[in-house]
């Protein structure tokens, strides 16, 4: 079955990994910036990574028939040097255009500082200015409440955002519904050792009828499996869920948020 890993570090992965996600079935990965695994010292640190995600990773993708896409900002571990990051904040309009960038992201808070959001802010102001899509990261789990509350009412006090345009991403069982019922989309990682299991993932996929909600392996430098999709798929048919119902998480929901973006096509 075709899936889509909506969330995924490429540039941190190995050609074997594309490899193997196209055997799995993987058409389309998309890669927000992130961290680098490392404090980069200076904007031209970033101008290089968005040339590498916005040019180099599509064509490394595209040799195993996969679509790339990505998104664009400077990660939150990294927003406490405000000068820092208004100045990487003043590249994106040179990237904002390549033709697989699909929005902002991700974007959001990992201490829940004053500095993380004021940042958040700004990129919330580019995103409006520019009219893309925004995926949020939320922090780990001590201060992952705090800081999602934190992220909604900044989304919210922005009169351009639309709910329906913004994917929270890492949600657990004590966010999902705070994400959900205010409109917003949610996104579920799967980690062989923290955020969430295939088993948990499937639960609230159950609670909450699997509506406006994706799963990812947000695959990086640390711990994580890019396989890690199919696996829960694999696991979701042994729950009892139908082939239509796993295609409509794995498939049709990260197409119909994704697509929202006039960039987003898998064909051709």
Same mark, same amino acid.
């Given at each position: 079955?075709?899936?889509?890993?909506?969330?995924?570090?490429?540039?941190?992965?190995?050609?074997?990994?594309?490899?193997?996600?196209?055997? /799995? !079935?993987?058409?389309?990965?998309?890669?927000?910036? &992130?961290? /680098? !695994?490392?404090?980069?010292?200076?904007?031209?640190? &970033?101008?290089?990574?968005?040339?590498?995600?916005?040019?180099?990773?599509?064509?490394?993708?595209?040799?195993?028939?996969?679509?790339?896409f990505s998104w664009l900002c400077i990660n939150p571990k990294e927003s406490e040097d405000l000068q820092l990051a208004d100045d990487v904040l003043a590249l994106i309009p040179e990237f904002i255009n390549k033709p697989n960038v699909l929005g902002i992201g991700e974007i959001g808070l990992n201490k829940n500082s004053r500095n993380e959001l004021m940042i958040l802010e700004k990129h919330i102001q580019i995103a409006a200015d520019y009219d893309q899509l925004i995926l949020v990261h939320t922090p780990h789990l001590e201060d992952k409440l705090k800081g999602t509350r934190l992220i909604l009412d900044a989304l919210k006090n922005h009169s351009q955002i639309k709910p329906e345009r913004v994917i929270i991403d890492h949600v657990e069982e004590h966010t999902i519904d705070l994400v959900l019922d205010q409109g917003f989309w949610a996104g579920m990682t799967l980690y062989p050792q923290s955020k969430c299991s295939p088993h948990r993932a499937i639960d609230m996929l159950e609670q909450r009828r699997a509506e406006r909600i994706w799963m990812n392996s947000a695959c990086d430098w640390g711990v994580s499996d890019p396989l890690a999709v199919p696996k829960t798929m694999l696991e979701m048919r042994q729950r009892g869920w139908s082939e239509s119902g796993v295609q409509r998480v794995v498939l049709e929901n990260p197409m119909a948020f994704m697509g929202q973006s006039p960039k987003f096509h898998l064909a051709g």
């Amino acid at each position: 079955m075709k899936y889509i890993e909506p969330h995924g570090h490429m540039v941190s992965r190995t050609t074997d990994d594309y490899q193997r996600m196209a055997l /799995a !079935g993987c058409v389309a990965i998309c890669e927000p910036a &992130f961290w /680098a !695994g490392f404090d980069r010292a200076s904007a031209q640190g &970033f101008y290089d990574y968005f040339r590498q995600i916005t040019e180099y990773e599509p064509k490394r993708a595209a040799k195993f028939g996969i679509k790339h896409f990505s998104w664009l900002c400077i990660n939150p571990k990294e927003s406490e040097d405000l000068q820092l990051a208004d100045d990487v904040l003043a590249l994106i309009p040179e990237f904002i255009n390549k033709p697989n960038v699909l929005g902002i992201g991700e974007i959001g808070l990992n201490k829940n500082s004053r500095n993380e959001l004021m940042i958040l802010e700004k990129h919330i102001q580019i995103a409006a200015d520019y009219d893309q899509l925004i995926l949020v990261h939320t922090p780990h789990l001590e201060d992952k409440l705090k800081g999602t509350r934190l992220i909604l009412d900044a989304l919210k006090n922005h009169s351009q955002i639309k709910p329906e345009r913004v994917i929270i991403d890492h949600v657990e069982e004590h966010t999902i519904d705070l994400v959900l019922d205010q409109g917003f989309w949610a996104g579920m990682t799967l980690y062989p050792q923290s955020k969430c299991s295939p088993h948990r993932a499937i639960d609230m996929l159950e609670q909450r009828r699997a509506e406006r909600i994706w799963m990812n392996s947000a695959c990086d430098w640390g711990v994580s499996d890019p396989l890690a999709v199919p696996k829960t798929m694999l696991e979701m048919r042994q729950r009892g869920w139908s082939e239509s119902g796993v295609q409509r998480v794995v498939l049709e929901n990260p197409m119909a948020f994704m697509g929202q973006s006039p960039k987003f096509h898998l064909a051709g």
